[in-house]
Nanobody, 120 residues
């Protein structure tokens, strides 16, 4: 079983920065795709940033140039660096990881979500 634990959300003023972290634990052998999503009440969960094994990254148009995604293989973690934050970035942010377990089976796991509020 694979668990993801997120941290780093909070309240920040417009123009500020936050760093979200997502750490995987359990029977993780390898990680292939790491994605950050966000969701606001009444809206669909949307992909914000994707990092694929091998280094390819993709970002939603709304965050390009402001957000970056990175990973630490040793810590089995993925990070979302958010800069120049806007009130419309306010949402619950979720990490999602796809990979292979130590048993050789694919897994797909979600973090618990962390609230990011951008407000003065």
């Amino acid at each position: 079983q694979v668990q993801l634990v997120e941290s780093g959300g909070g309240l920040v003023q417009p123009g500020g920065s936050l760093r979200l972290s997502c750490a995987a634990s359990g029977n993780v052998s390898s990680i292939n795709v790491m994605t950050w999503y966000r969701q606001t009440p009444g809206q669909e969960r949307e992909s914000v940033a994707v990092l694929v094994n091998g280094g390819m990254r993709n970002f939603a148009d709304s965050v390009k140039g402001r957000f970056t995604i990175s990973r630490d293989n040793a810590k089995k973690s993925v990070y979302l660096e958010m800069g120049s934050l806007k009130p419309e970035d306010t949402a619950v942010y979720y990490c999602h990881i796809q990979g292979i377990t130590t048993w050789g089976r694919p897994f797909s796991a979600w973090g618990q979500g962390t609230q990011v509020t951008v407000s003065s």
